[in-house]
Structure formats: C-alpha cells, structure tokens
Nanobody, 119 residues
Framework: VQLQASGGGLVQPGGSLKLSCKASGIILSVFSSNDKYWYRQAPGKERELVAT???????NYADSVKGRFTISRDNSRRTWYLQMNMLKPEDTAVYYCKTFRGYGTGDVWGQGTQVTVSS
C-alpha cells in the first residue's frame, strides 16, 4: 500500500488550498472501512492530528482548524482530501496523510506535502 499526498504550496493568509491523498495497492473494502487522517508538523513542533474521516463516515477536527478545514473522501478514487480555507501563518507545516493497510492495523503514511502561509 502506498499513499501519495499532493496539493501543498505557498498561499497568502486568508487563502485556500486543497490537499489530496491517493492510496494505491489497497482493496476497496479495506480502504472504505478504515479511518483516514491528516496530520501536520511545523518546524520544531511535534506532529499533530488535524482531521479524521472515520470508516463510519463521521469527521473530527482539531480545535485550531474547526470551521476552516474540511476532510472528505472519494472511495471510488481511493482518495481523501483536506480543504483548507481562511489559512493562517500558523497553519504552515508539512501535512501528512495516514490510513491503515489492513482492517485497522498497519499504519501507512504519505510522504508529506508542504503548506506555507505567508504574505
């Protein structure tokens, strides 16, 4: 199983970006049943959980991004997304996607995509 994250870039404060994470080498039933995550890691800080899309279809967000970020998925494309609006300089980080290669077991991470929010 491999994850390919994309969509990062440089954006001004208040702007938007949409990240994508595409999974390959995973059967649809495993992909659709597993939780999917977006994490981020800023320089000098620990990696933090930003958003979760559960296998049951619910979503959870870190307090710092609630109301600004939206996680979604497209099972048919084996892809999930992070729509980021009203971006702030403190959102600057490398963003990583994560899911599982089996049913709830075997973490697999994407390679990370850099998001920089700066004027």
């Amino acid at each position: 199983v491999q994850l390919q994250a994309s969509g990062g870039g440089l954006v001004q404060p208040g702007g938007s970006l949409k990240l994508s994470c595409k999974a390959s080498g995973i059967i649809l039933s495993v992909f659709s049943s597993n939780d999917k995550y977006w994490y981020r890691q800023a320089p000098g800080k620990e990696r933090e959980l930003v958003a979760t899309f559960t296998g049951a279809g619910s979503t959870n967000y870190a307090d710092s991004v609630k109301g600004r970020f939206t996680i979604s998925r497209d099972n048919s494309r084996r892809t999930w997304y992070l729509q980021m609006n009203m971006l702030k300089p403190e959102d600057t980080a490398v963003y990583y996607c994560k899911t599982f290669r089996g049913y709830g077991t075997g973490d697999v991470w994407g390679q990370g995509t850099q998001v920089t929010v700066s004027s």
